[in-house]
């Protein structure tokens, strides 16, 4: 079975050019007209391996679309909409999204996109290390980094991470350095997003909701200023 893609998009032209492009990548192809059909297929079907969302695609806006998909999935998201200044951007981003492309866009940069998705999917299980890393010894808030599982569990319970945060958070507790924005963007996403390095701090602040004690007084992802980011481990 190929890797299974769902295209949220109510415009036909659109959607038919974008699963014809992806079914050429070798994707298996299901499309949804509207935010409520795609959410309705992902009850009964279960969640595609990665969807690409239109945030105008009709009916229930895109935001909550993605906020309701991230209730129980963590499945890569890139959204596409010609509402493309920074506030839409980022509110994307912090709904859940793992990338945004601005419409009119061409199609093979989607199909980058969706490429570089692929890769980091496939670093996160090539790049195995046994060992676990315990990131907050707090025994009411014991936090676990386990790189071979792929998982982050807190209390023994275990967090529901996007491929992309869980790679963030594994870039900065193996790196054992402070890690520039710019470093963050080409080990994390790959080269594959060609946006600003705004992107790395929208990722970071949902990291902190998920992980922190209190994410706005974060003591395990830190800020250095001027410099970017390193791991703090709570002993």
Not at 120 to 141: F, M, S, V, W, Y
Not at 160 to 178: K, M, Y
Not at 199 to 214: F, G, M, N, S, W
Request: charged share 30%.
């Amino acid at each position: 079975m190929g890797t299974q893609l769902m295209i949220v998009e109510n415009d036909n032209r659109v959607r038919a050019a974008l699963r014809l492009a992806m079914e050429g990548e070798g994707y298996e192809v299901a499309e949804a007209e509207a935010a409520e059909s795609a959410l309705r297929q992902l009850r009964e079907q279960g969640a595609p391996d990665v969807m690409i969302i239109d945030l105008t695609a009709g009916g229930m806006d895109g935001f909550t679309c993605i906020r309701e998909i991230r209730r129980n999935h963590d499945v890569p998201i890139i959204v596409v909409s010609a509402r493309d200044d920074s506030h839409d951007v980022v509110a994307a981003l912090e709904a859940g999204a793992d990338d945004f492309v601005a419409k009119p866009f061409e199609v093979k940069v989607i199909t980058a996109r969706m490429r570089a998705l692929r890769r980091r999917a496939g670093l996160t299980a090539e790049r195995d290390t046994p060992q676990d890393i315990l990131l907050d010894a707090d025994p009411r808030h014991r936090l676990v980094l386990s790189p071979d599982r792929g998982t982050v569990r807190c209390g023994g319970a275990e967090l529901h991470l996007t491929l992309t945060e869980f790679r963030l958070l594994r870039e900065l507790a193996t790196a054992g350095q402070v890690l520039s924005r710019a470093a963050l963007l080409e080990r994390v996403w790959d080269r594959g997003f060609f946006g600003d390095e705004r992107i790395v701090d929208v990722h970071l602040r949902r990291l902190r909701t998920k992980i922190e004690r209190d994410p706005s007084d974060p003591r395990i992802v830190v800020t250095v200023r001027g410099l970017g980011y390193r791991l703090d481990p709570q002993r």
